[in-house]
């Protein structure tokens, strides 16, 4: 992958519908040549898909928080994979450094159904206790993806 290739992502993540004639007159290659090097990228699994993004609010998934998932004992990552997996108000989750063995990125409708989905997630084998943070207001949102 070379500079051209990193510029040609770099237009993709800001629209993905761009036309190859567009990129290629931002980046100095003809319509063809771009499409070259898109279809190699996604050959080469860089470019994993094309796909759009919906407002949460507009499916009725407003209200999100960060929840903070502590066990007990040794829990291996497969496991807390499973777990979560099982709520489908999860929508991101990784294990951490730090006290917590979990950090998860829950979206529900409202208030009462991201205590429903948190509960779900505390019921689980292993899972001492969370911690969670509503969030507010979003500030940045790149999609890393």
Do not use: W
Request: hydrophobic share 45%.
């Amino acid at each position: 992958m070379d500079n051209l290739d990193r510029s040609i992502l770099d237009l993709l993540r800001q629209n993905a519908r761009a036309g190859y004639g567009d990129i290629g007159s931002v980046v100095g290659l003809s319509a063809s040549a771009v499409k070259r090097r898109v279809d190699r990228l996604v050959a080469d699994r860089v470019i994993r898909g094309f796909t759009i993004q919906v407002d949460p609010a507009v499916d009725g998934m407003g209200t999100e928080a960060y929840v903070e998932l502590f066990c007990r004992g040794t829990v291996a990552p497969e496991d807390l994979l499973r777990i979560l997996s099982g709520v489908p108000e999860v929508v991101d989750a990784g294990t951490i450094t730090g006290s917590a063995d979990a950090m998860v990125h829950i979206r529900a409708r409202d208030i009462p159904a991201l205590e429903i989905a948190l509960e779900k997630v505390r019921l689980a084998p292993n899972v001492d206790h969370t911690r969670s943070a509503i969030v507010l207001s979003r500030l940045i949102h790149r999609a890393a993806d």
